[in-house]
């Protein structure tokens, strides 16, 4: 499976469109990560704990975005965008979302 | 000296020190990132980076390439941002911050392309997450900022390498 975030795939022509495909993830982090976060911030620099929460989340969202597309036909995402919202306090959801599309090579 | 005056000072002496160590510790580390950074920013100057959404045909193996990181202040810039807060202008504290986390999900982004064999990201896109302090409204929360980055990777047959230049002189 293809996926970009361009409107087109270099090299390819799209053939089909079927349409948005997306896929969220609603994600807390735990109390042990809020601590560890808090002592961190004494002296700052990078809270690898959400780092991690962040990554893990993203490539969750991805891949049902992926699954979706998927049970369409499609074998390309194009358009690709992430984004966020704090949906409660201590939980984000992330959400991406692209237009599935078949494409061929050129 | 009562046991009040007696837990008065011990809380001082305790914020103080922590506001000791955020200002020591959170120092060198800025300046470690910010040398780490500039160091990369350097080595990585051979890969075509652009916000430019028009990727060329001759492109092979596109796909996304992703960087996140979530970074925080020290206490003592925290807490030097709050007395500034009461007379306005501008938070330089938070300006590197923000700089920082955007160069550093930037670097990751060029890092995966690199690791995956790619010499070009087209259509770089930055976005700030919701984690942590940022936009929970927590006055007290951990002050921190999520940045992920997001592109294609291509590989470009007509860009080289820095290793591929150097074998060929």
Known sequence: MICVNTETVPGHAITQNLGIVQGNTVRAKHVGRDIAAGLKNIVGGELKGYTELLTQSRRQATERMLAQAEQLGANAVVNVRFSTSSITQGAAELYAYGTAVVVEPE | MDADTIGDIIGLAITAGILFTGLFAGRILERRHVRLLREHEEQFRWMHTSNVRAIPSRAKDPQMVVG?????????????????????????????LLMRARREALKRVQEEAAERGLNSVANVRIEYAAVGGMGSGNQKGVISVAVLASGTGYQDPELARPDQQLASG
């Open chain 2, 68 to 96: 996140h990181v979530v970074i925080s202040t020290d206490y003592f810039k925290t807490f030097i941002a709050r007395l500034k807060k009461l007379i306005g202008g501008e938070l330089g504290t938070y300006q590197t």
